[in-house]
């Protein structure tokens, strides 16, 4: 079937299986391969994107419900060789260490700060709890979100 | 910065930000998923349903024929193409028993995810839609998952060994015949422990990736694996498909955590560069995660039986382990040692005579195998000695921190008696080269107020009490920076533990460090950088860090048991040394002086006495470089190679402090607050220092609260994806207070010592200390471990009579 989605600013047009996830589309088809695949249960978040401004696991959602949609995924945070101030955040409170979870947590820290833009510790602890990182025991991510709420 | 500008300020000990960041930051780094790589074929392994059955037929006819599919492969077709079975690098004891264990099981299937067929199609959909028309026909088998029962060889899973048991390894050492028996027959105090070391899953945040690329002419191989050991994974392939080491280049690209499950030689491994050599083609193979679970190696499962003797004051006078250690269906690569890196630790960190008596049997099971996980064996021997500590203190009605400032190894004794440091032969004769167990638990108390704690306590944990506060302590040694090859030698690992590095001056002065080391989320290019910044006078910017490619870093042995930095950065400050031994040689020529004329100071050469006769170090460069004018017998260019045998382990230590409240009406446990201080000698980076500490702890909270590999009787994971095995998220865990002393090692130039897994190592038994001290006003003296509502609600229904 024909799935047609804004990605990052750029609409594309793929035919893609029907059973197609969202997930598989951006990395397989639209060939961003920043948004990381971590389980098989929605449980871990990193594929985190953005579908029309509200921050989703792209692996809940297929290609084909997301067609006419308008996805932002961890490539397109980027303006103008500038990183977002999330991305910032994070790389000044020391927010990741291998990074593989870091596009979705920045995703879902982004979405969460755009429904509360003034969290507290334990707002930002509960906001991410739909996002796993083996590495970092949470501490720097929960001062990078934060920080960046207070920017 | 100009590598000519004069540097004020000490590189080491700055809180720089890490380079890897950005490209990680903004999705440009390339996992081994990420990597495009044209006419590759997809592998998918079709595994075991059971955890023990006989394979009595594989019919592959309707799944070849699916479209899409290139080849399907049985266990028994690829027979011929393995010269050696899986490799097992530690063979503990000369009698251990190994059972041959090849990428597709060939008769029998020894646990649920042992793969039985191999599909190889050209996309990785119908890869996996081929492994559901694969028919096997198995005849099962009873399974053994009890270690226990294991033992008995009630059922002998392994025919060719005729035995569930491994191997038996004792370290026994007394200051003469019986001093064991003597010490607890004369003891004052004793007690006796059994523990479990749940199994517990890695759950590295990417699951591993793979990827073989045959090169067009000569039968060259490059394998791209999500690996912490490109080096040993080069050498083990080679080996087990019979190719020469010189064709083999393993790349080990952004690699998304490892924790030890990625130290391995795997399966997946193999049957990539085998079949993409048959098919001259790429062949990928990318795992997920409910595969993960049962493919990729689980950590701990350890039975700790535990006792300790101690005279009227509760100093101890002997220690008695027994061990039994699952070793899961196979030995992966370091499995059976596992035990061993914790075999010398269950004395801790405390000043105990020659009276200990160690024995570990470890035997197979119908389960996933085991391997080295975050800390490896250290963390199962920390939380066995602390734990019983506790008990010990209670058993005497003192104060815990009190009964082990009464046993620490006191900072005077890591020197002698003029006040050289010589550090501590413990009773089993290692060194530990520098110590102040004290000084650190001292910095932990006063971050957790202890003394207002158990004032606060005494009021709350009152009969009748919903929420009773419980305060834990662990004080710890890390056995790591593994390893002395000598000391290696001795425990019958199979290579040595050195690592290499290169440092290399270019002509304009820039630098590349070339390291052995592959990091997989430790900002080792941040680090090394600065290690070579500091010992050239150049700026961190100005270097840069190559690593995890065999063709670029041919020589190294990898990451893991915190060694990175301190044996690792220790060759590169070596190789450095060596640099700029050569540079002196090229200078002293230039300047026209003796060699040993001349100072180096903020990368500049100078004549001592005449600081304006002076040549800065990227002249020297470009002299070695040009190669007009060198001194005779000194080759071109500026670079040297250093390989790094370490004298001795690394030993930080520390003491971390827990608090909690359980909620006696729901099981609830509430961390209230976590204290980690650890010495890890002198920090590189301490920005990167703290984060590791930050991730141990969790990882260990992570054990003693949430975690655990459950295995029904027939031998299914029932915790066999990320909803059914609980990683916590933030929500989980509390905020970590670090804190640190530095007490250098003395047995390295930078005084590092590692520092990756004391967290884990210091975690559980903390946290597990004080969840039994919030309920031992209950009569709860044990809990096994995770203290999950359920498990604490029962045991809180079970000391107050009531039902389960």
């Known amino acids: ?151 | 910065m100009s590598i000519t500008e004069e540097r004020t300020n000490n590189v080491i000990g700055q809180r720089m930000l890490r380079r890897e960041d950005p490209a990680l930051l903004t999705g440009e780094a390339k996992f081994v998923n990420d990597l495009a790589i044209p006419g590759a074929l997809h592998l998918a392994v079709l595994r075991s349903p059971y955890a023990h059955a006989r394979i009595k037929s594989i019919d592959v006819s309707d799944a070849a024929s699916m479209p899409g599919v290139v080849a399907v492969y049985t266990g028994k077709d690829l027979q011929s193409t393995w010269a050696a079975p899986m490799p097992c690098a530690w063979p503990v004891t000369p009698d251990m028993k190994n059972p041959a264990h090849y990428p597709l099981a060939v008769d029998k299937a020894c646990y649920v995810g042992d793969g039985v067929a191999a599909v190889l199609a050209t996309s990785e959909t119908a890869s996996r839609d081929a492994l559901d028309a694969i028919d096997v026909v198995y005849e099962p088998l009873p399974a053994v998952i009890d270690l226990e029962d294991a033992l008995s060889d009630r059922v002998v899973i392994h025919d060719a060994i005729g035995t569930n048991t491994s191997y038996t390894w004792n370290l026994k050492v007394e200051s003469a015949e019986g001093a064991v028996e003597q010490a607890f027959k004369n003891a004052a105090f004793t007690v006796s422990e059994r523990y479990v070391q749940q199994r517990l899953i890695p759950m590295a945040m990417e699951p591993r990736a793979v990827a073989a690329v045959p090169q067009p002419f000569g039968g060259d191989v490059t394998l791209y694996s999500a690996t912490q050991v490109p080096h040993i994974l080069k050498v083990m392939t080679a080996i087990t498909l019979g190719i020469p080491e010189h064709q083999m280049r393993v790349v080990a690209p952004s690699v998304g955590g490892g924790f030890g499950s990625k130290l391995d030689v795997y399966a997946e491994e193999l049957l990539c560069v085998a079949l993409a050599r048959k098919h001259g083609a790429p062949v990928r193979w990318v795992e997920e995660r409910s595969e993960n679970t049962q493919a990729t190696i689980h950590g701990r499962g350890q039975i700790q039986n535990i006792e300790l003797a101690a005279d009227k004051d509760g100093r101890l006078t002997a220690v008695r382990v027994r061990l039994i250690g699952d070793m899961g269906a196979y030995l992966q690569l370091v499995t059976p040692g596992v035990p061993l890196l914790g075999a010398f630790l269950y004395a801790g960190v405390y000043d105990l005579p020659q009276a200990y008596d160690f024995s570990c049997t470890s035997v197979f099971t119908t389960m996933t195998p085991t391997d080295a996980y975050r800390g490896a064996g250290r963390p199962e021997a920390t939380y066995a000695i602390e734990v019983a500590m506790d008990a010990l203190a209670r058993t005497m009605g003192i104060d815990p921190y009190e009964l082990r400032k009464r046993n620490y190894i006191k900072k005077e004794q890591f020197y002698d008696a003029s006040g050289n440091p010589t550090g501590y032969t413990a009773f089993h004769g290692l060194n530990y080269d520098s110590g102040d167990h004290l000084a650190a638990a001292e910095k932990a108390m006063q971050h957790a107020d202890y003394v207002a704690l158990r004032k606060v306590q005494a009021t709350q944990n009152v009969p009748g009490a919903r929420k009773r506060l419980g305060v834990g302590m662990t004080s710890y040694f890390e056995m790591c920076g593994l390893a002395p090859s000598r000391v290696l030698a001795s425990l019958n690992y199979g290579a040595g533990g050195w690592e290499s590095a290169t440092v290399r001056v270019l002509p304009t002065s820039k630098v590349q460090v070339v390291t052995g080391t592959s990091p997989h989320g430790q900002g080792h290019e941040t680090s090394w950088a600065m290690i070579a910044a500091e010992k050239l006078g150049v700026a961190p910017e100005d270097v840069d860090v190559l690593h995890s490619d065999t063709a670029i870093a041919p020589l190294g042995l990898d990451t893991y048991g915190s060694r990175s930095l301190a044996v690792g950065g220790v060759a590169i400050a070596g190789a450095c040394d060596k640099v700029i031994d050569k540079a002196r040689l090229i200078a002293a020529h230039q300047l026209e002086c003796a060699a040993e004329d001349l100072q180096f100071e903020k990368g500049t050469f100078s004549v001592k006495g005449s600081p304006d006769k002076a040549v800065p170090i990227a002249a020297i460069a470009f002299a070695a470089f040009t190669a007009h004018n060198l001194p005779d017998g000194v080759e071109p260019n500026l670079e040297a190679q250093y390989t790094h045998d370490p004298k001795n382990f690394s030993w930080p230590f520390g003491t971390h402090v827990c608090v909690v409240e359980v909620d006696t009406e729901t099981g609830k446990v509430d961390v209230l607050k976590y204290v980690a201080v650890d010495d890890c000698g002198n920090q590189i980076n301490p920005l990167i220092v703290e984060g590791q500490v930050h991730g141990g702890v969790v990882q260990g909270m992570a054990q003693a609260l949430y975690e655990e590999a459950v295995y029904d009787e027939d031998g299914n994971l029932k915790t066999s994806n990320l909803a059914e095995y609980l990683v916590p998220a933030a929500c989980d865990v509390p905020p970590i207070t670090t804190d640190f002393t530095v007490t250098p090692s003395t047995t390295n130039q930078l005084g590092v010592k590692g520092i990756g897994e004391a967290g884990t190592i210091g975690a559980a038994s903390a946290v597990m200390n004080a969840v039994i001290d919030a309920l031992s006003g209950l009569g709860i003296t044990k809990l096994d471990m995770p203290a999950s509502p359920n498990n604490v609600w029962k045991a809180i229904q079970a000391a107050q009579g009531g039902n389960q």
Do not use: W
């Open chain 1, 1 to 151: 079937m024909k799935v047609s989605i804004t990605i990052n600013g750029t609409t594309q047009s793929h035919d893609v299986e029907p059973r197609t996830l969202l997930v598989h589309y951006i990395r397989e088809h639209a060939h961003l391969t920043g948004t990381n695949i971590g389980c098989d249960t929605s449980s871990c978040g990193a594929c985190t994107v953005h579908l029309d401004g509200e921050a989703v696991k792209s692996c809940t959602i297929l290609a084909a419900q997301a067609d006419g949609g308008t996805v932002t995924t961890i490539e397109g945070l980027t303006k103008n060789g500038e990183m977002h101030p999330m991305q910032k955040a994070f790389m000044e409170n020391h927010g990741l260490q291998c990074g593989y979870c870091t596009p979705g947590m920045v995703m879902a820290a982004i979405g969460l700060l755009n429904e509360n833009p003034k969290p507290s510790e334990e707002e930002v602890r509960l906001g991410l709890e739909g996002n796993l990182c083996r590495c970092t025991g949470y501490h720097n991510i929960v001062k990078s979100v934060l920080a960046a709420a207070n920017k």
